[in-house]
């Protein structure tokens, strides 16, 4: 029997349900489509305790995943929460912690999304998948489609750090380089997609991604004795992540597992090259407006239209958190900051975060005292051109 409580997918904007077997992409009013589950079944009863016995991966929480009845997995998920008391000290901010996502398997937090979204793709019939990419998503689709034996083409920006064009083609991925942002990658990879009969794989255009991102919440909550910080500040371009851990602690809230009403701040970090959802945020509007000629050394957050724009500023209301834009040159310095101070080479999104913590703490919105989660989204060995190495 499948561990899985899986029930159905439920549209985000207008609610309609969907087959939770169907290979589908968006609802027919175009909105997202997220999983959803059955919370108190009696399998569930005992789950949290017996977590401590399980394989240190994201798939140790089986039973609140999709279940695409084989594994594909690189060993994805539980990424180490480190103190960084030296870092959070010199920024006035000694509860800080970063979550390291760099030592995923291709040392991305993209791994986790991609992993339950590609296996669920082979799963339910995809013969190929496609999707644009800043660089992480696509080696992470390359990986795990390599390990699914199922074909992958990735659309990346032509100036892109080279390491990813290797790094996709090394797994066997079909490359197209594009003139452009991420934008337009995706606008190309549409106008073969249905011809081509490739599935699409891009940010919250299919179900999955986001339950792999949805795990970072849960481990949180694991690694901190089921409680949770005061704050969690996030490199937000396609916000899958962001949603994702918003939707575990909504889980966990009706499992009992974490107290009600408790949740972080959620803060999201963008550039000043490239900040659309700032932008919506500080105007008060529930929509980000394109950001025209989107440039950023920190490739994975510029994204100059978030296809989850209303999802994302949602839920940076609704947690009291907001939206942070850091200054394009600060960045390589950042990081060799936490690199120096903490034996972590973050990638500049991650970088970026720390400036945010900085501004936060100036602004009063981030107390002293509060215990900050900073997300450092992937390696910084990436970035050679942009970290100045």
């Not at 899986?6 to 909105?31: P, Y």
């Not at 481990?219 to 089921?226: D, F, H, I, S, Y």
């Not at 962001?242 to 949740?263: C, D, N, Q, S, Y």
């Not at 025209?292 to 296809?307: C, E, H, L, N, Q």
Request: proline fraction near 6%.
């Amino acid at each position: 029997m499948s561990p899985s409580v899986l029930t159905h997918l439920e549209c985000a904007d207008c609610g309609a349900r969907h087959d939770r077997l169907a290979l589908v992409n968006l609802c027919a009013c175009g909105g997202s489509l997220m999983a959803r589950y059955d919370l108190h079944a009696p399998r569930l009863a005992a789950l949290k305790e017996r977590l401590s016995v399980r394989e240190a991966d994201l798939w140790r929480y089986a039973e609140l995943l999709p279940d695409p009845g084989f594994s594909i997995s690189l060993g994805e998920g539980f990424t180490p929460l480190i103190a960084a008391q030296a870092t959070g000290r010199a920024a006035g901010c000694p509860g800080l912690l970063i979550k390291d996502e760099s030592a995923n398997p291709t040392g991305s937090f993209k791994d986790r999304g991609l992993s339950v979204a590609v296996a669920m793709a082979k799963a339910l019939g995809a013969k190929a998948g496609a999707l644009p990419s800043a660089g992480n998503a696509g080696s992470a689709a390359a990986a795990f489609g390599a390990r699914a034996r199922l074909p992958i083409h990735v659309f990346l920006p032509a100036d892109t750090p080279r390491s990813f064009f290797g790094e996709v083609e090394a797994f066997g991925a079909v490359l197209h380089k594009v003139d452009g942002h991420i934008g337009d990658a995706g606008r190309a990879m549409r106008e073969l997609l249905a011809g081509e009969g490739w599935f699409d794989l891009s940010t919250l255009k299919e179900p999955y991604r986001v339950e792999g991102k949805k795990t970072m919440g849960y481990e949180v909550a694991e690694q901190l004795g089921w409680t949770l910080p005061d704050a969690v500040l996030y490199p937000t371009g396609g916000g899958t992540g962001l949603i994702g851990m918003w939707k575990a602690f909504e889980e966990m809230e009706t499992l009992g597992w974490i107290a009600p009403g408790r949740r972080p701040r959620m803060y999201a970090v963008q550039s000043q090259g490239c900040a659309p959802v700032v932008r919506a945020f500080e105007a008060g509007k529930d929509r980000a407006e394109p950001w025209a000629d989107p440039k950023t050394a920190a490739s994975g957050i510029r994204v100059p239209a978030p296809f989850a724009d209303r999802l994302i500023l949602r839920i940076l209301r609704e947690s009291g958190g907001g939206a942070v834009a850091v200054q394009e040159g600060e960045i390589a310095g950042a990081a060799r900051e936490i690199a120096r101070h903490e034996g972590i080479l973050p990638a500049p999104e991650g970088a970026a975060c720390l400036l945010a913590l900085s501004r936060l703490l100036a602004l009063g919105a981030i107390a002293p005292r509060d215990r900050v989660v900073l997300f450092n989204t992937g390696t910084g060995l990436k970035y050679p051109e942009a970290l100045g190495f």
